[in-house]
T-cell receptor, first 112, second 107 residues
């Protein structure tokens, strides 16, 4: 069964460093999403992406964040200068028709 | 006030019990999702509903659009059902999540 994959599973970085989180959505899906979950809190929407552009973003998704679909398979989330409060689990999701979303296993980001 | 409220926050049950988790929302939606999150963190979609009722094995999900309310029922609960169950509503191009209900089922 097709699935969304994410790499790495765990990323540790120093405050101020740039990180890139990678996702490979399901191959025929057209809608892509990033969410995050700070430890002990609920999942929060970051950004949705369709037709090579951002379709919606939350207040969390400020100028420090960017997304890209550099080729036909990968979907990346970049954090330019990480802060302590960026420590969270980051989930990628994809959808064929902006309905049911399929989630990846997540990347745990730890900022020291 | 949260746009998606779930109750209860925590739930313990004996194996075999009937479980109900409730979700209320205050925003316009195109669909409502029930998701399951296991201790490792992974999220699995259980149901997507825009009206009525859906059943999958021992799981049943219902939604009342007029009352902005949904319920997830688990019949004959089992210890392997222990997880966090999350209600999320589809609003424009995003999901808005509830805080989740932590369910523990004991043998």
């Amino acid at each position: 069964e097709p699935e969304v994959t994410q790499t790495p599973s765990h990323q540790v970085t120093q405050m101020g460093q740039e990180v890139i989180l990678r996702c490979v959505p399901i191959s025929n899906h057209l809608y892509f999403y990033w969410y995050r979950q700070i430890l002990g809190q609920k999942v929060e929407f970051l950004v949705s992406f369709y037709n090579n552009e951002i379709s919606e973003k939350s207040e969390i998704f400020d100028d420090q964040f960017s997304v890209e679909r550099p080729d036909g398979s990968n979907f990346t989330l970049k954090i330019r200068s990480t802060k302590l409060e960026d420590s969270a689990m980051y989930f990628c999701a994809s959808s064929e028709t902006n309905n049911e979303q399929f989630f990846g296993p997540g990347t745990r980001l730890t900022v020291l | 006030k949260n746009e998606v409220e779930q109750s209860p926050q925590n739930l313990t049950a004996q194996e075999g019990e009937f479980i109900t988790i409730n979700c209320s929302y205050s925003v316009g939606i195109s669909a409502l999702h029930w998701l399951q999150q296991h201790p490792g963190g992974g999220i699995v979609s259980l149901f997507m509903l825009s009206s009525g009722k859906k059943k999958h094995g021992r799981l049943i999900a219902t939604i009342n659009i007029q009352e902005k309310h949904s319920s997830l029922h688990i019949t004959a609960s089992h210890p392997r059902d222990s997880a966090v169950y999350i209600c999320a509503v589809h609003n424009t191009d995003k999901l808005i999540f509830g805080t989740g209900t932590r369910l523990q089922v004991f043998p």
